[in-house]
């Protein structure tokens, strides 16, 4: 989100379950390779829509499950589990 929206607050985090290399790349940098039309910038975007399209799909369902089941909190508490435990 911040790699998107610039200095966005981050609403997850990460733990590496085994040795890993980090890249990092400032936002203003990305941006620019976006307004390029570089294509591994396109492929990063391309698959973080994807990504964000198919998990506000399950948001969705979950959410109309919910409601219709008359917001039992045991159910709003597992679509909380839900959402804190995305990943890419």
């Not at 290399?21 to 390029?36: G, H, V």
């Not at 969705?60 to 039992?72: A, I, P, R, S």
Request: hydrophobic share 45%; charged share 30%.
């Amino acid at each position: 989100m911040s790699l998107l929206g610039g200095n966005a607050a981050r609403s997850a985090t990460a733990t590496a379950l085994s040795d890993v290399k980090l890249l990092k790349i400032p936002s203003s940098r990305f941006s620019k390779l976006l307004r390029d039309e570089n294509v591994a910038a396109l492929k990063i975007v391309h698959n973080l829509a994807q990504v964000m399209s198919r998990r506000l799909l399950l948001m969705d369902e979950k959410l109309v499950e919910v409601l219709d089941k008359g917001k039992k909190k045991e159910e709003l508490a597992d679509f909380q589990r839900i959402l804190n435990n995305w990943s890419f």
